[in-house]
């Protein structure tokens, strides 16, 4: 059975995974240590960089720490789409001197990063893009390890418990980055959080809600709607320890962006973040093929920020992001929790 449980937080707050920098040891380690949880971003590296990880921020706290991983989906791509979408993007990868990247399908090294996490333990596991198997779940659960399901749909959820998840993080349609959408091919579900903690919680005693958080009334209101805790990413963006690129830093307090969009552009799954001149431009043309069009616009996006340039690269943020600030995530998450 699971040693950690959810509920015995001193602060309801977790903090959540970004995977492809924002999420950092020490960003996981100093929401920890104010009594939240803290998350470690499972996807998108190597196995033994995720153990690297999480042995840095073993360092760093002794308090509770989850890891993220992302299931494998079925490849989805259409070879003729993957191909026309790099010919339309050629243009802009030669206006910043690199070529495309190569759109291949991969499963993100998850059945070596499962292992990993069974040697090294962390107090939670969570997945996103689906669920985990039934035998998985249960092979953490007999090493004392917790598991969390990101949900968008009350079907998504009952599959959730039924394979025997601990918690359910229900995910609204107002949180930045990926939604964790099972299907890969779905248009996400646009039920509010409101609607998707309550269908949560009528399958599950144990709810963490999710998306567009960045203010202590948006947590106090979840809580109120049987939330046991909230999950928090935008909010933590501009904090001190994250891990976020210059660009995005400013782009999240630049004037010229004032609204987020749900967009397939950059990674090939509808995923929420700041509305530029690439979403506009490439949203209409993207293909549904992730992670092959992450990978293809991979070094397209580094160029961009190498080069300062906003406007070709994903600034993943949630709706509430003009309520974030800087500072020391302590101060954030203390201030989230009406401390």
Known sequence: MAVFDVRDLEVPIVGAPMAGGPSTPQLAAAVTDVGGLGFLAGALLSADKLADDIATARSLTTG??????????????????IAAYADEL???ARHF?????EPRYTDDDYAQKVEVLLDTKPEVVSFTFGCAHAGDIKRFADAGVATFGTVTTRVEAEIAVARGVDVLVAQGPGAGGHRG????????SS??????VVSACAVSDVVVAAGGISTPGAVAAALDLGAVAVQVGTALLLSDEAGTNPVSRAALTDPQFTKTAVTRAFSGRYARGLR???MQNH??????AYPQIHYLTGPLRRAAVAAGDPHATNHWAGTGFKHIGPGRAA????ALAGR
Not at 64 to 81: S, T, Y
Not at 97 to 101: A, E
Not at 181 to 188: K, M, S, W
Not at 283 to 288: R, S, Y
Request: no cysteine.
């Open 331 to 334: 101060g954030i998450v203390a």
């Open 181 to 188: 959408t099972f299907d890969p091919l779905a248009r996400p």
């Open 97 to 101: 001197g690199v070529q495309l990247g």
């Open 90 to 92: 050629g243009e802009l």
């Open 64 to 81: 509770p720490l989850a890891v993220n991983l992302f299931v494998p989906q079925p490849d989805a791509g259409k070879p003729a789409e």
């Open 191 to 196: 039920d509010s959080l409101d609607t998707l």
């Open 276 to 278: 530029n001149r690439f």
């Open 283 to 288: 949203e209409p043309t993207a293909p549904l």
